[in-house]
């Protein structure tokens, strides 16, 4: 089946940063829009980020706008989170996940129709 995977995740101090990484696995991206999510302990599914095929237009949840950059490779083939001056309630398993409406930029969570297993990302103050 289809899968994305996501990598990059660790253990950070607030204040630094991480930048995470989702790659496809069984064929190309290229023509899909690519989104982020996380979701923490006891919370519900968050959007983050999202970016269309071409990386031509992104939007930022405003909870991490000015801090999270997303943006896709050379290729198209690999999709970015960058992530700087993290905060303990950044702590979450970040997913990248994948929408077959390449041009446009969506938070809907069932506009995706693939998704990654999550990486963990967790701030200690």
């Known amino acids: 089946q289809v899968q994305l995977v996501e990598s990059g995740g660790g253990l950070v101090q607030a204040g630094g940063s991480l930048r995470l990484s989702c790659a496809p696995s069984?064929?190309?991206?290229?023509?899909?829009?690519m989104g982020w999510f996380r979701q923490a302990p006891g919370k519900e599914r968050e959007f983050v980020a999202a970016?269309?095929?071409?990386?031509?237009?992104?939007y930022v949840a405003d909870s991490v706008k000015g801090r999270f950059t997303i943006s896709r490779d050379n290729a198209m083939n690999t999709v970015y989170l960058q992530m700087n001056s993290l905060k303990p309630d950044d702590t979450a398993v970040y997913y990248c996940a994948a929408s077959p409406i390449a041009w446009r930029i969506t938070a809907t969570p069932n506009d995706y129709d693939y998704w990654g297993q999550g990486t963990q990302v967790t701030v200690s103050s």
């Open positions: 069984g064929r190309t991206f290229s023509r899909y829009a």
């Open positions: 970016i269309i095929w071409n990386g031509g237009n992104t």
